[in-house]
């Protein structure tokens, strides 16, 4: 790759789990009632269809990561499980008082947090309340996320019982330099160990999560620790960039100093060899930053034209409806999105007054709707088309000549109704996406609100 390039096009922008980004909702026009509006809309199209989706943060963490951007709470209490618990509950039977039918769910994911950081029976007591007004849908698909450290084989046998086929492990990187510096020491037979007891159990997909760009991380660490992994043969991959955000996450990220954090090309290379590692051993990209192999149903679904990305990121088990639930959520129903509030004690006051305890969201507009499929083609697709009256907005002329250098670049191929990113060009899928982002155009941010795009 050119380093040029890379200088060229490392600018800050936005991970695209949403259009529009949180930065840029219109939280002074929303209120619950719109939200309500949109969720029955979505329910009413879609929930006999497809099914919805949820998912489930579960807050809780006995230490913290450095590289972590997730809302989470800190503490080696685990009294704190059954009343949260039993709030997220309540949340759920809120939602469902509001169906007209029982809910068909499609997916169930539980996020962190570390989902693992609670017993296996009060994980049970969770999934048996939420599924106890439901029914399931005919293909569902339910995943969890594991800390390799405290998931037990009862953990993974009795989610496995619940029928829970998917888990997703976190391993970043084995350095020890570099696990000391993001404060999550994990020794590789941690991993091994998990890996091999959800593959007896009989688990069909499992996932490790890998980081490059982390501090002090050298390029023969990557290549150490995809060594490794190739050795565990995961079912699919996460490799994701490290957003180094200090100015958001304060002190948490701050155990280092900027210039330990490997940055522009040096950084860019981490990936580009570590995803020719991963290739040799048969792993496929898909989408941005994660890899499949050709019997994982992400794989098919990026064959297939159905890889969908949301707040969750990648998915194969699409649905346009997905209820966040717990401190911090986000829901989706494709009209609209809802945020929960973000601190434990106002999310437990919401409920205490039987009131969905949404803090923030935005009702999409007629134009909103079009780039957002435009966004969520690109990085699901890698490509996108303006073939329909559905597909064209007013802007579409001025954002193709945005564009012009990137295609003199050689990294879109452009005609007169479409665009596609080329190998080249699939590094800077984010970039190619700002350009499509009428919201951020309208209104640059005046300080860094995004990680950097490369």
Same mark, same amino acid.
């Given at each position: 790759?050119?380093?040029?390039?890379?200088?060229?096009?490392?600018?800050?922008?936005?991970?695209?789990?949403?259009?529009?980004?949180?930065?840029?909702? #219109?939280?002074?026009?929303?209120?619950?009632?719109?939200?309500?509006?949109?969720?029955?809309?979505?329910?009413?199209?879609?929930?006999?269809?497809?099914?919805?989706?949820?998912?489930?943060?579960?807050?809780? %963490?006995?230490?913290? %990561?450095?590289?972590?951007?997730?809302?989470?709470?800190?503490?080696?209490?685990?009294?704190?499980?059954?009343?949260?618990?039993?709030?997220?509950?309540?949340?759920?039977?809120?939602? %469902?008082?509001?169906?007209?039918?029982?809910?068909?769910?499609?997916?169930?994911?539980? /996020?962190?947090?570390?989902?693992?950081?609670?017993?296996?029976?009060?994980?049970?007591?969770?999934?048996?309340?939420?599924?106890?007004?439901?029914?399931?849908?005919?293909?569902?698909?339910?995943?969890?996320?594991?800390?390799?450290?405290?998931?037990?084989?009862?953990?993974?046998?009795?989610?496995? *019982?619940? /029928?829970?086929?998917?888990?997703?492990?976190?391993?970043? #990187?084995?350095?020890?330099?570099?696990?000391?510096?993001?404060?999550?020491?994990?020794?590789?037979?941690?991993?091994?160990?998990?890996?091999?007891?959800?593959?007896?159990?009989?688990?069909?997909?499992?996932?490790? *999560?890998?980081?490059?760009?982390?501090?002090?991380?050298?390029?023969?660490?990557?290549? #150490?620790?995809? *060594?490794?992994?190739?050795?565990?043969?995961?079912?699919?991959?996460?490799?994701?960039?490290?957003?180094?955000?200090?100015?958001?996450? /304060?002190?948490?990220?701050?155990?280092?100093?900027?210039? $330990?954090?490997?940055?522009? $090309?040096?950084?860019?290379?981490?990936?580009?060899?570590?995803?020719?590692?991963?290739?040799?051993?048969?792993?496929?990209?898909?989408?941005?930053?994660?890899?499949?192999?050709?019997? @994982?149903?992400?794989?098919?679904?990026?064959? @297939?034209?159905?890889?969908?990305?949301?707040?969750?990121?990648?998915?194969?088990?699409?649905?346009?409806?997905?209820? /966040?639930?717990?401190?911090?959520?986000?829901?989706?129903?494709?009209?609209?999105?809802?945020?929960?509030?973000?601190?434990?004690?106002?999310?437990?006051?919401?409920?205490?007054?039987?009131?969905?305890?949404?803090?923030?969201?935005?009702?999409?507009?007629?134009?909103?709707?079009?780039?957002?499929?435009?966004?969520?083609?690109?990085?699901?697709?890698?490509?996108?088309?303006? $073939?329909?009256?559905?597909?064209?907005?007013?802007?579409?002329?001025?954002?193709?000549?945005?564009?012009?250098?990137?295609?003199? $670049?050689?990294?879109?191929?452009?005609?007169?109704?479409?665009?596609?990113?080329?190998?080249?060009?699939?590094?800077?899928?984010?970039?190619?996406?700002?350009?499509? #982002?009428?919201?951020?155009?309208?209104?640059?941010?005046?300080?860094?609100?995004?990680?950097?795009?490369?």
């Amino acid at each position: 790759m050119s380093i040029s390039l890379v200088q060229k096009y490392n600018v800050p922008g936005p991970r695209y789990t949403s259009y529009p980004t949180v930065p840029y909702w #219109d939280e002074v026009s929303f209120s619950s009632e719109k939200w309500k509006q949109t969720l029955l809309k979505s329910f009413q199209e879609s929930n006999s269809t497809e099914g919805i989706s949820l998912y489930i943060h579960l807050p809780f %963490c006995e230490s913290l %990561c450095t590289f972590c951007g997730c809302h989470k709470r800190i503490t080696k209490r685990h009294e704190v499980e059954h009343p949260y618990i039993e709030a997220v509950l309540k949340e759920w039977h809120l939602y %469902c008082n509001l169906f007209p039918e029982k809910p068909i769910i499609k997916e169930i994911h539980l /996020g962190g947090g570390t989902p693992t950081f609670f017993s296996p029976d009060n994980l049970e007591r969770l999934i048996t309340g939420i599924l106890s007004r439901t029914e399931k849908a005919e293909h569902y698909e339910f995943s969890f996320e594991g800390h390799p450290n405290n998931t037990t084989r009862t953990h993974l046998q009795k989610l496995y *019982d619940l /029928g829970f086929r998917r888990v997703s492990f976190g391993v970043q #990187d084995y350095a020890e330099k570099v696990q000391n510096a993001i404060h999550r020491i994990q020794p590789f037979h941690n991993v091994a160990k998990v890996t091999f007891w959800a593959r007896e159990i009989g688990y069909t997909s499992i996932s490790h *999560d890998l980081v490059f760009g982390l501090p002090f991380q050298t390029l023969e660490n990557v290549m #150490d620790t995809i *060594d490794k992994t190739n050795s565990l043969s995961p079912d699919r991959l996460a490799f994701y960039s490290y957003a180094h955000v200090p100015w958001i996450k /304060g002190n948490g990220q701050r155990g280092f100093k900027d210039e $330990d954090v490997p940055k522009d $090309d040096e950084k860019r290379q981490l990936y580009e060899v570590g995803k020719a590692l991963l290739a040799q051993k048969g792993y496929y990209e898909i989408g941005m930053d994660h890899f499949a192999t050709a019997n @994982d149903t992400m794989y098919n679904a990026f064959k @297939d034209g159905t890889l969908h990305r949301n707040f969750m990121g990648y998915t194969a088990s699409k649905t346009q409806l997905m209820i /966040g639930l717990g401190v911090s959520s986000i829901s989706d129903s494709w009209y609209a999105f809802a945020q929960n509030e973000k601190e434990l004690e106002a999310y437990y006051a919401r409920l205490s007054q039987n009131e969905l305890p949404i803090l923030r969201g935005h009702v999409l507009s007629a134009e909103d709707l079009i780039i957002r499929k435009h966004i969520l083609n690109l990085m699901c697709q890698f490509c996108t088309a303006w $073939d329909s009256k559905e597909s064209y907005f007013q802007e579409l002329l001025e954002v193709l000549q945005q564009l012009t250098e990137m295609e003199n $670049d050689g990294l879109v191929i452009i005609d007169d109704k479409s665009l596609l990113v080329t190998e080249k060009g699939k590094p800077f899928v984010r970039n190619i996406c700002m350009a499509f #982002d009428l919201r951020l155009k309208r209104n640059a941010p005046k300080t860094q609100l995004f990680s950097m795009t490369v």
